[in-house]
């Protein structure tokens, strides 16, 4: 249990990304650390334990999207956001709105790249998908979010 509560902020970082309502993100904490706990004798000791806790959370993650395709996870840190001014609030929006049109695994590889701060590798061992399919993705992601009509106008404008 020390091990699962050792990583405990790295999970809700995870199920914060990917899930917009408080009550999925208590589910998907709760199902995440009961599939480790019934797969903890699965473990085989080949990679690090936080490796190993991250596929499991980003699995039930990658599970909950496909029954919830469409994402609020930053509505809530808008709204609860006093530092940020209204143009501030209207170009995340627009990143957000950006987000919503990737794919399932250009999102999960911009997230992880982006927002976790994994190396390519590490995304492409994480994700059993070739790093050059992990850069291509990024790739993709970045062009979607770019020329996403509202990304574009406040990108241009400044």
């Known amino acids: 249990m020390?091990?699962?509560?050792?990583?405990d902020r790295q999970i809700m970082a995870v199920i914060y990304r990917f899930s917009g309502d408080l009550y999925d993100r208590e589910d998907l904490y709760q199902?995440?650390?009961l599939r480790c706990y019934k797969a903890?004798?699965?473990?085989r000791y080949q990679s690090k334990f936080s490796t190993w806790l991250y596929r499991v959370a980003l699995n039930c993650?990658?599970?909950?999207?496909?029954?919830?395709?469409?994402?609020d996870p930053l509505e809530s840190e808008l709204s609860g956001n006093s530092a940020l001014n209204e143009d501030e609030r209207g170009k995340l929006r627009a990143i957000?709105?950006?987000?919503?049109k990737l794919s399932r695994?250009?999102?999960?590889?911009?997230?992880?790249?982006?927002?976790?701060?994994?190396?390519?590798e590490e995304i492409a061992n994480?994700?059993?998908?070739?790093?050059?399919?992990?850069?291509?993705?990024?790739?993709?992601s970045r062009q979607k979010i770019r020329s996403h009509q509202r990304v574009w106008i406040w990108n241009t404008s400044t």
């Open 31 to 33: 199902e995440i650390f």
């Open 2 to 7: 020390e091990l699962i509560t050792a990583h």
């Open 61 to 71: 993650c990658i599970d909950y999207m496909k029954r919830n395709p469409v994402l």
């Open 126 to 140: 994480m994700l059993n998908l070739s790093e050059g399919s992990v850069k291509s993705h990024l790739n993709r």
């Open 96 to 100: 957000q709105v950006a987000l919503t």
């Open 105 to 120: 695994k250009q999102r999960i590889c911009f997230h992880m790249f982006y927002v976790e701060e994994w190396s390519t």
């Open 40 to 43: 903890l004798r699965s473990f």
